[in-house]
């Protein structure tokens, strides 16, 4: 094994993680759509109750049993019970995100290029050089998959140490830079007023049980959570290392970010008159606009934004990878250049066939039980596995964990009442709120 993290390196890559297309890109354009400040309210409570009770918990799984994501469960079971290995699908779950998470970040480098060599100019453009692209330029899609494959590819060889600590420690602080210069820029325009009482203002009205369910769902995705990262990462955690405080720190700082992109996105947006309800397109298709109507500036401001996008994804990309990567280490005794190897040229397969279910010519052929494959990935991911391997961690410390260990473990970190409110939030409060989350997702209720 490679040398583990140190004590700010863990907290760096756990929340290069965390912060990632969920906050800059995902965030912004969900909260437009349910209707701004009301929704911002409910995603504040998911993420400190649900997302940080889960957080805490892969934290403790990790750190417990230093070892992957399958063994780890197993290894602090009340009966050492093999079967709680089988909780490692979450890995596997991990590894199809993947597969389109690199894709996605290939299309920030084409509008890098973009933002460089000429912005789209009217709506229609905008919205062509994004439909295009995706159905259109396979070989475009295909080059920057692979770019990016093997930037994580390259990481993932130096080892958790010197390469994945190492990435974090240049990205995250350049990320935060770009992330404040453009804040500032925010501040100047009027709209700013605008965008904070958007932001903020709930208006109570426009929230549906779907918004509470995209609230969730949310807090989920953007902790990381679900796929054996936070498991995996606090495996390699420095053995002093408080892991609560940390898993609070981590979900302050992308909580913040989040909050951060919103206001700086919606800005630009109101500056321009725009509207905060474009779903997916908002990053890809509204703000290119806006850009171009800001000339030479507006290019520049585009390129950093991108930048932005681009960094916050590669070191949320090779969090996801390490999970698969330790697992075969440790179960198979493979190297670990051979087991690198082998997840990133799955996922690099599979990235492909997705972005290809996509595109005009080979959609069809890609295409089963009514929707493409990059539909039914993203489905059985986001809205089947991630629920229930957050439902199976609460599960698993709420009751099948010897209980006096446990606390002894907190109370070393933290105090008794801390530890209480967490395990009634394990035991009872988050598995029964996910439960109703995924049988709504699935419309049996
Ligand atoms: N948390 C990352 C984000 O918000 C996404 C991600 C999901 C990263 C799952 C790794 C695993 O974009």
Known sequence: MTAGFSRIGFILAAAGSA?????IWKFPYVTGENGGGAFVILYLIAIAFIGL?????????????????????????????????????????????????AFII?????????????????????????????????????????????TMIFIALKGVKNGIEKLNLILMPLLALILFGLLMYSMTLDSFGKAIDFMFMPDWSKVTVDSVLAAVGQAFFTLSLGMGIIITYSASMAKDANFIKSSVFVAIVDTSVALIAGVIIFSFLFAAGAKSTAGPGLVFISLPLIFAGWGVFGQIIAVAFFCALLFAGITSAVSLLEPSVRYLVEKFDMSRVKAIFLASGFLYILGILALLSMSADYGEALTFLGKNLFDHMDYLTSSVALPISGFVTCI??????????????????????????????????????????????????
């Open 53 to 101: 009770s889960i957080f805490i918990a892969e934290s403790y799984i990790g750190k417990e049993s230093r070892a992957n994501a399958a063994a780890g469960y197993q290894a602090i079971s009340k009966s050492n019970n093999k079967n709680w290995r089988w909780a490692g699908f979450q890995i596997f779950a991990g590894i199809i995100i993947l597969s389109f998470y």
């Open 106 to 150: 290939g299309w920030i480098i084409d509008y890098l290029i973009i933002s460089v060599t000429g912005l789209p100019a009217t709506i229609k453009e905008a919205e062509d050089t994004f439909t295009n692209l995706i159905t259109h330029k396979i070989g475009t899609q295909i080059l920057f998959h692979t770019i990016v494959v093997a």
């Open 396 to 445: 698993f410390l709420g009751y099948f964990v010897d209980k006096s260990e446990l606390k002894a473990k907190f109370t070393s970190q933290t105090n008794v009442m801390v530890f209480n409110i967490w395990l009634v939030l394990v035991r009872y409060i988050v598995p029964v709120a996910i439960a109703l989350l995924f049988l709504n997702k699935l419309e049996i209720i």
């Open 19 to 23: 912060v990632g297309l969920g906050n």
